[in-house]
């Protein structure tokens, strides 16, 4: 995949960076780096379990489009300008986010186990 990688987001408390293209989401890039972030609707901007917290380069996140909006506004008063849905955030510079439970796919193999 020949990609043109514009944007580094820091993902916190974990400290997992990806290395982001400037056509995808940062759920996109996320799932291309192998990680698992936590989701019901697969990215499609519809649970909102995707949400995360801009903690620093909030000027590099693109806008909010009227799908990523509607599930914001769902999430009421909590949603105060720095909350995002990974899945249709874009960034264009780096960015600092906290989401917990994004980990490796094969740290989480075998654990169906436990």
């Known amino acids: ?4 990688l514009t944007a ?17 989401t940062v759920f996109s890039a996320a799932r291309r780096h192998g990680l698992w972030w936590p989701t019901v609707c697969g990215g499609l901007g519809t649970c ?8 620093a380069g909030a000027d590099n996140c693109g806008p909010v489009d009227d799908r990523e909006q509607e599930g914001l506004t769902a999430l009421g008063p909590e949603a105060d300008g720095r909350l995002r849905l990974a899945c249709r955030l874009r960034v264009t510079g780096p960015v600092v986010v906290v989401k917990r439970g994004v980990r490796r796919v094969e740290e989480l193999r075998g654990l169906e186990e436990l």
């Not at 995949?1 to 043109?4: A, G, H, K, Q």
């Not at 909102?48 to 903690?55: A, D, G, T, Y």
């Open 1 to 4: 995949m020949d990609v043109t």
């Open 8 to 24: 580094q987001v820091t993902v916190t408390p974990s400290g997992i960076v990806l290395a982001v293209a400037e056509s995808e």
């Open 48 to 55: 909102r379990i995707c949400v995360l917290r801009v903690s």
